[in-house]
């Protein structure tokens, strides 16, 4: 995997999460309220349509925010803790190919491998020499580096947010095909996620099922997505909700150079050349 490839993963993970929430909120159609709280708070007397609204609008003007990402397609997660401002701590994983810790504050980025990325990424003695090396050490740099800029791209809450938003409910995207059946959004029983009270809303079409789960007390925020089709899942959570993202930033003796890993990719691919010509 080149470094360029490795870097798209964050963003497409990001993505993702988004297209699943903007499935779920834009479905047209909507069951009827309940007649009774059954612990549903103030969101008994409200349609599954409405209150997937409301959970769409709360993520949409959400400040910060914790986004954890997880598909049995890919094994790519997210575990990421951003803000508006582009602002960010957390971790990319790819698997057994590696993962990943980031910080990210303003255009400035820093990057700490494990040494499953190490070993991925080089070949050979290489990989463990440099999991060796750079164990314990961030590589820094800023947004102009093309690495660096496509792993921090999953930093940016207001496109995630933007993506979550979709098109205008009145449109289909061009080309888009019809469902066999208008999607209906359904009530489910209160449960809990990581310890909140939240409300399932179901939508079900064409063998595919998302769940959204949005809190029940305070802001209806979404705490928690799964999508189920083709015998594929993907599970998407959400939460810390306003928390500020950490500006604590690594120390400078625990840092190197991004160049390092450039340096590092260059010889690696030149390797590779001289072995195959």
Same mark, same amino acid.
């Given at each position: ?25 834009? =479905? ?5 309220? %309940?007649? #009774? ?8 007397? $409200? +349609? /599954? ?93 800023? =947004? ?5 800029? %496509?792993? #921090? ?8 947010? $933007? +993506? /979550?938003a979709g098109p205008d409910k009145e449109q289909s995207p061009p080309g888009a095909p019809s469902p066999s059946v208008t999607p209906t959004l359904t009530k489910g029983q209160p449960t ?75 010889? #690696? ?9």
């Amino acid at each position: 995997m080149t470094s360029r490839r490795r870097a798209a993963t964050a963003p497409a993970a990001l993505t993702c999460g988004a297209a699943l929430l903007v499935g779920i909120a834009c =479905t047209g159609g909507a069951a009827a309220a %309940g007649d #009774s709280d059954g612990g549903e708070g103030d969101l008994a007397h $409200k +349609s /599954a349509q409405q209150i997937s609204d409301d959970a769409l609008h709360q993520l949409v003007a959400a400040q910060s925010l914790r986004l954890r990402t997880s598909t049995s397609a890919d094994p790519t997660t997210l575990d990421l803790t951003l803000d508006r401002a582009g602002n960010c701590t957390g971790a990319v994983a790819k698997g057994s190919l590696g993962r990943v810790e980031l910080v990210k504050r303003g255009n400035e980025v820093w990057m700490k491998p494990n040494a499953a990325f190490w070993k991925s990424q080089l070949p050979g003695d290489k990989g463990d020499r440099a999991a060796a090396k750079y164990k314990d050490t961030y590589l820094h740099g800023t =947004t102009r580096n093309t690495f660096l800029r %496509g792993l #921090s791209a999953a930093c940016d809450l207001r496109a995630f947010q $933007k +993506s /979550a938003a979709g098109p205008d409910k009145e449109q289909s995207p061009p080309g888009a095909p019809s469902p066999s059946v208008t999607p209906t959004l359904t009530k489910g029983q209160p449960t809990t996620q990581d310890g909140t009270r939240v409300l399932p809303v179901t939508k079900k079409v064409d063998g595919a099922v998302q769940t959204l789960y949005v809190a029940i007390d305070g802001k209806h925020y979404p705490r928690k997505l799964t999508a189920e089709a083709d015998h594929q899942s993907a599970t998407i959570l959400l939460s810390d909700y306003g928390t500020p993202v950490s500006d604590t930033t690594p120390p400078p003796d625990r840092t190197a150079d991004i160049s390092a890993l450039d340096d590092l990719m260059r010889g #690696s691919q030149g390797q590779q050349d001289t072995q195959t010509a």
